[in-house]
């Protein structure tokens, strides 16, 4: 059973930064796709980037040159956000997903002030 819990968020002022983290456990192959994801109030859940296990990376056009995605093994992958602004607040889900199964985590709560 794969299990995904995230970590790091929290209230930030626009213009700060956040580190997001992303444990995967149970049964991981060595080959898969890891993403963040987001939904704010009222909204649909959106992509804000994903990495291959080879270090492929994909952002959505809002994030571009503000957040980082990154992994350090086949388990763990980060989300560094900077320059956050307003609409950045939602809850952002960690997907990890593996031979056509996906796996969501509880999600982070992450607020902008303005």
């Known amino acids: 059973q794969v299990q995904l819990v995230e970590s790091g968020g929290g209230l930030v002022q626009a213009g700060g930064s956040l580190r997001l983290s992303c444990a995967a456990s149970?049964?991981?192959?060595?080959?898969?796709?890891m993403g963040w994801y987001r939904q704010a109030p009222g909204k649909a859940r959106e992509l804000v980037a994903t990495?291959?296990?080879?270090?492929?990376t994909n952002y959505a056009d809002s994030v571009k040159g503000r957040f980082t995605i990154s992994r350090d093994n086949t388990k763990t992958m980060y989300l560094q956000m900077n320059s956050l602004k307003p609409e950045d607040t939602a809850v952002y889900y960690c997907?990890?997903?593996?031979?056509?199964?996906?796996?969501w985590g509880e999600g982070t709560l992450v607020t902008v002030s303005s």
């Open positions: 149970g049964g991981i192959f060595s080959i898969n796709v």
């Open positions: 997907k990890l997903q593996q031979y056509g199964v996906g796996y």
């Open positions: 990495i291959t296990s080879g270090g492929s």
